[in-house]
């Protein structure tokens, strides 16, 4: 791309980079919400749960207790301690605290990830369909995204040979969330342990495993991949706060990986950013430490709703949809619309269905172009049942009228 610089105050960088797809679209819903109109928002990936009362307790003990000062850029001692115990206690992973560093939130760590990993031109492979913000964040730290799919068919899940045929000599990781984030698949132990094989050929390749979901899954253990003995040295595994304990507005996040991708993360921080929010810190070190009893219960509110919205899905002619094993999003295959109108709107794509919808139904999902999955319409269920039975009668109504 040619420089802007003499025309425009602005860079390059920030010129060629997507806006957020999903923020934008969760914005577009405010919108028309405050032209009257009674939107339902099942664009935004946000718990729509309060967090917890303990952890709200835990975060006003701190400030009562005066701590309200620089912490140190990785993280509080106390806090990183409760993540080295957390990734022992419940994952199987060994990370010392001197290899975490807490951010403001996980898209930060794997900004930093990115940040301090990739030179200009190194390639990273993210596992399609992938959560937006991967490959924007990659460009922009100068490497190159290179993207490995699989559809609903497959339940959007790529296998070893596939991610193996897009690994060159430049490829600095590969980069996937499960549960993912925008299909709800979960990569099975099994399904890792063959990925993490696989990279025994091609040694100079990292695993960067976004985990944020781990603890909304309906078919069993949340299994690392950072446990697989091949890729064990060479995994960074990111988590945090916000989906786990209904967290998003407190801005926390964290990683784990080997010592000189840690102190590299931390150098990086402490140049942009420096430690996260001191409260927010001491809220997260006792979430850690607490029983998991209110993060089990909206795992279970979250497996209902999932219910609830596929069957109403499946009942919609045209829609293929299947059943997602994580997080909280559903991602039907709506090609079925496109080129249909409804003799004022032609839906072309599935841009132009998330729009549709929005107008004719007041319904916010985020299209699937964003996630590398132009077929496909991602529609968060973390809102009430009512909510979600409203939402999937007003879109069985707009959808029936696209012919
Ligand atoms: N990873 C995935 C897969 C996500 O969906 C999100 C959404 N928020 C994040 C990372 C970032 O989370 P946060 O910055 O709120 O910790
Ligand atoms: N990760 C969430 C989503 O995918 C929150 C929005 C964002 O951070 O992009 O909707």
Not at 15 to 26: G, K, N, Q, V, Y
Not at 258 to 283: F, R
């Amino acid at each position: 791309m040619a420089s802007t610089t003499a025309t425009s105050p602005l860079s390059d960088r920030v010129t060629s980079m997507e806006e957020s797809a999903t923020l934008r679209m969760a914005q577009l819903g405010r919108e028309v919400m405050a032209q009257g109109h009674d939107v339902i928002s099942l664009s935004l990936g946000e718990p729509d749960f309060d967090t917890p009362e303990h952890i709200k307790d835990a975060a006003k003990r701190a400030l009562d207790a005066g701590e309200t000062k620089y912490t140190p850029v990785p993280g509080t001692a106390q806090l990183r301690k409760a993540i080295s115990d957390k990734f022992k206690r419940e994952n199987g992973l060994d990370y010392a605290p001197s290899q975490i560093v807490v951010s403001t939130g996980a898209k930060q760590s794997i900004a930093n990830v990115c940040y301090a990993m990739l030179n200009p031109g190194d390639e990273a492979v993210i596992l399609g369909p992938f959560w937006v913000s991967y490959s924007a964040m990659v460009e922009v730290a100068g490497g190159k995204a290179v993207i490995v799919g699989a559809g609903i068919d497959r339940d959007y899940k790529v296998n070893p040979d596939e991610i193996a045929a897009a690994i060159t000599d430049r490829t600095k990781f590969i980069l996937f969330s499960s549960p993912c984030n925008p299909t709800g698949s979960v990569y099975s132990a099994e399904e890792l342990a063959a990925i993490s094989k696989m990279l025994a050929d091609y040694p100079h390749v990292y695993v960067v495993s976004d985990e944020i979901y781990e603890h909304i899954n309906f078919v069993g253990k949340h299994a690392s991949i950072g446990n697989c003995p091949e890729v064990k040295d060479r995994t960074i595994t990111v988590n945090g706060f916000s989906k786990g304990f209904a967290m998003t507005g407190w801005r926390l996040g964290y990683l784990g990986a080997p010592q000189e991708i840690a102190d590299a993360c931390n150098k990086l921080q402490g140049q942009n950013t420096s430690g996260a929010n001191s409260i927010a810190q001491a809220a997260g070190a006792h979430a850690l430490n607490s029983d998991l009893g209110p993060t089990i219960a909206m795992k279970e509110a979250f497996a209902r709703r999932r219910e609830l919205i596929i069957e109403g899905l499946e009942k919609i002619e045209g829609l293929k949809v299947n059943r997602p094993q994580g997080a909280f999003y559903i991602f039907p295959d709506v090609s079925h619309f496109f080129g249909k109108s409804d003799g004022e709107t032609t839906v072309n794509d599935a841009d132009d269905l998330a729009a549709y919808l929005l107008v004719n139904a007041h319904v916010a999902t985020v299209t699937g172009d964003a996630f590398g999955a132009p077929d496909c319409l991602r529609i968060s269920y973390a809102a009430s049942e009512e909510q979600l039975k409203e939402a999937v009668r007003r879109i069985d109504e707009a959808l029936g009228r696209l012919k």
